[in-house]
């Protein structure tokens, strides 16, 4: 999963991180966000980009948070507490016969 994350521009020297699991936090690792220069900067926040390894256990669900360390202190971006979630669903071959109907696979059915 790749993701980006923009953080106030506090101070020169600052560290991004994302803490993730995929097994609801039995265990968790951490992976460093590097700092991205191109796009427009607006002189206010620093772009961060990240890489979480995401494996055969992505089924399960991944929750993950984001760490700022910057001036001494650390800051935390949890989704308030809920953490970000993303669930994913194992995939299944398509059927071979008739064409399927291209909404049976949508999340949400609108009547």
């Not at 460093?32 to 494996?55: H, I």
């Not at 994913?88 to 016969?97: E, S």
């Amino acid at each position: 999963l790749r993701g980006a994350v923009r953080v106030l521009n506090l101070a020169y020297e600052k560290a991004v991180s994302v803490r993730y699991t995929l097994n609801r936090w039995a265990s968790c690792a951490e992976v460093a966000a590097a700092y991205q220069s191109a796009g427009p900067a607006d002189g206010l926040t620093d772009r961060f980009v990240f890489l979480l390894p995401l494996g055969a256990g992505a089924e399960a669900g991944l929750e993950f948070a984001i760490r700022y360390r910057v001036a001494g202190a650390e800051y935390w971006d949890n989704n308030e507490g809920a953490n970000y979630r993303l669930r994913g669903r194992q995939r299944v071959p398509p059927v071979t016969g008739l064409p399927q109907d291209p909404d049976s696979t949508a999340w949400i059915h609108f009547i």
